[in-house]
């Protein structure tokens, strides 16, 4: 199983920027995806996560400016940005709880990050 995100890239104060996160790998079942992110010398803080039913939660300074979505047929969950300010300039970093069809525990698998910046 892997996790392969795109999306990333420099982007103007008050721009968009759309972040995909794809999973791949035969025979598994996904539930809940999400994303964080790490700014440089600060902790990695949550950014949003959506259920495998669509539920959705946001932290709080994302509300109203990001939109979490996913496609299940895809196995891909997308972060839209807008109103990109300085301080969310990061890596971001998505992932996904899944396991085999062959098993019953899942598993948090992770993508290797991708830069989001943001200049004023």
């Known amino acids: 199983v892997q996790l392969q995100a795109s999306g990333g890239g420099l982007v103007q104060d008050g721009g968009s920027l759309r972040l995909s996160c794809a999973a791949s790998?035969?025979?598994?079942?996904?539930?809940?995806m999400g994303w964080y992110r790490q700014a440089p010398e600060n902790p990695r803080e949550r950014v949003a996560s959506?259920?495998?039913?669509?539920?959705?939660n946001y932290a709080d300074s994302m509300q109203g400016r990001f939109t979490i979505s996913r496609d299940n047929a895809k196995n891909t969950v997308y972060l839209q940005m807008n109103g990109l300010k300085p301080g969310d300039t990061a890596v971001y970093y998505c992932y996904a709880a899944i396991r085999r069809i062959t098993s019953t525990l899942f598993s948090t698998y992770w993508g290797p990050g991708t830069l989001v910046t943001v200049s004023s």
């Open positions: 790998g035969s025979s598994i079942s996904i539930a809940g």
């Open positions: 959506i259920s495998s039913d669509g539920s959705t």
